[in-house]
């Protein structure tokens, strides 16, 4: 019965791990379908938050300059980019996300589609008003 339960279990784990957003995300530009960064997405207090851990095109010490407040002149590199999404109907959405390349801050929807590929939405008002980058697990 230990066997079953577990056998259970770690099934359960890989099919609730393929659909949740939690992991390491190679971020892709969807204007120059260049690779750019890896992200770290992870729950904190029940909400989703990203950091950049590495950057693929640009120096380690480069400074988000045009970032206002807080993230002002701060490292891109570690920098907590994507944050407070909660959970709604079959997706991560009512959270942030700030463009580091020019400090713009935008809402944010994000939801892991049936080919296991991140889609992340940023947009001003509504979702309509917005654009979609596709990032791929880092295995």
Known sequence: MKILFT?????????????????IWKTIDDQ????????????KGGKI???????LQAEPD?????????KKNQSIL????????????DYWSYGKILDP???????CNLWVDDNGKLNVRGYL????LGR????HRVE
């Open 7 to 23: 056998i259970f279990l770690s099934f359960f784990s890989i099919i609730l791990f393929s659909q949740s957003p939690i992991g």
């Open 32 to 43: 120059t379908n260049e690779e750019k960064s890896h992200v770290q997405i992870f729950e």
């Open 49 to 55: 938050y990203g950091k950049i851990i590495k950057l």
């Open 62 to 70: 480069v400074k988000c300059t045009k970032c206002e407040g807080d």
């Open 78 to 89: 570690g920098m907590e980019f994507l944050w407070a999404l909660k959970p709604y109907k």
């Open 101 to 107: 390349e020019d400090g713009n801050v935008y809402k």
């Open 125 to 128: 008002g509504i979702a309509a």
């Open 132 to 135: 979609t980058q596709i990032w």
